[in-house]
């Protein structure tokens, strides 16, 4: 019998974490918060949490996975109506970065704002912080002291043909990120390219890809190295096998077209998700809309790679439990034979 139990054990050991982590759903957040319009999106790990912000005023707010939404900062020092642009977690000095931007026919405004994720305040900066310029096509670098240069206007991003009548023509380097084996990824929204700068001196080369990212938005890395790219229609999953001298998309997921996703973040358990802010509405001057969603999106190939395990796993239990009957059985033989 205590044989039987470890057989039983065993088999649930190595079956059933894959298993459960199949049988979930897609995580669907759905949240209300009337006019937000959120076009960036963080996960922040240490509070378990969703960090968005808004198009048209300056707040930033959290998200939990019940879609409960709370205003996290409210910075009066910041012009009134300006757009909350991308976001991005500093887990080690427990900040928050906010790329902040004003669009016509308000008065030019860039910035890039630090608040302490604590005590929701302002802070200094500590370490550095990379930001696109979209319609320059070249990265900000601002240093530990908060102050800005150009890092990159490499002659890479503009070596591509542009066509100017297509949509967004006018935005090029868009989401960037920074991968700890000292470089960043970047790509751009007008070519659908994507490039790998230097952290030492933002020399950037094209990362050859099997098809281009067209309109691609926000990029994000997960764990595994897996890199995540958004578009408005479109979610990629790539991988690389040479440090992103050379990457391969391996999997696209279709998106809500009019849910308008600009942003993916990577959540608890490496789950990725991206964020239907409508921001298309107010960008022609429709406003009203209440509600928003967090979606997480998952690669259908990954999927069936997971399965694949599982009845291997599940073929593997099979074998020991028939190996122990066999085994059983002769035990019982044998000792039939020393009664007899």
């Not at 991005?88 to 910035?111: T, W, Y």
Request: aromatic content about 10%; overall charge negative; proline content about 4%.
């Amino acid at each position: 019998m205590a044989l039987i139990k470890f057989m039983m054990i065993l088999i649930v050991l190595l079956v059933g974490p894959v298993s459960l982590t199949l049988a979930k759903k897609p995580h669907l957040i759905t949240f209300r918060s009337p006019n937000l319009y959120p076009e960036g999106i963080a996960w922040d790990p240490s509070a378990q949490h969703f960090l968005v912000g808004s198009i048209n005023n300056r707040t930033i707010k959290s998200v939990s996975d019940a879609g409960v939404v709370e205003t996290l900062i409210s910075d009066d020092d910041l012009p009134e109506n300006v757009t909350v642009l991308g976001l991005s977690v500093d887990s080690v000095n427990n900040r928050l970065l906010a790329v902040i931007n004003a669009v016509e026919p308000l008065p030019e405004f860039n910035a890039l704002a630090a608040y302490d994720l604590r005590e929701r305040r302002p802070v200094d900066f500590k370490g550095n912080a990379y930001v696109t310029n979209a319609a320059g096509n070249f990265i900000w670098k601002v240093n530990e002291k908060g102050e800005p240069s150009i890092f990159s206007r490499s002659k890479a991003f503009t070596a591509h043909p542009v066509d100017r009548d297509s949509p967004y023509s006018y935005c090029g380097l868009n989401g960037i990120a920074y991968v700890s084996k000292g470089y960043l990824l970047v790509v751009q929204s007008n070519t659908g390219k994507m490039f790998k700068v230097d952290e030492d001196d933002g020399t950037a080369r094209l990362v050859l890809l099997n098809k281009d990212l067209i309109l691609a938005d926000g990029i994000a890395v997960r764990s595994d190295g897996v890199v995540l790219v958004v578009s408005h229609y479109k979610l990629w999953f790539l991988k690389s096998q040479d440090s992103w001298g050379e990457g391969v998309v391996f999997d696209e997921i279709d998106l809500d077209v009019e849910g308008f996703p600009t942003s993916v973040a990577v959540g608890a358990e490496d789950r990725v998700y991206v964020i239907n802010g409508h921001v298309l509405e107010a960008m022609k001057g429709n406003f009203g809309r209440e509600m928003f969603s967090i979606e997480e999106v998952r690669s259908g190939k990954e999927s069936e790679d997971e399965n694949i395990w599982v009845f291997a796993l599940l073929g593997l239990g099979f074998a020991y439990l028939l190996f122990w009957r066999f085994q059983m059985r002769s035990l019982v033989k044998n000792m039939d034979k020393k009664t007899n």
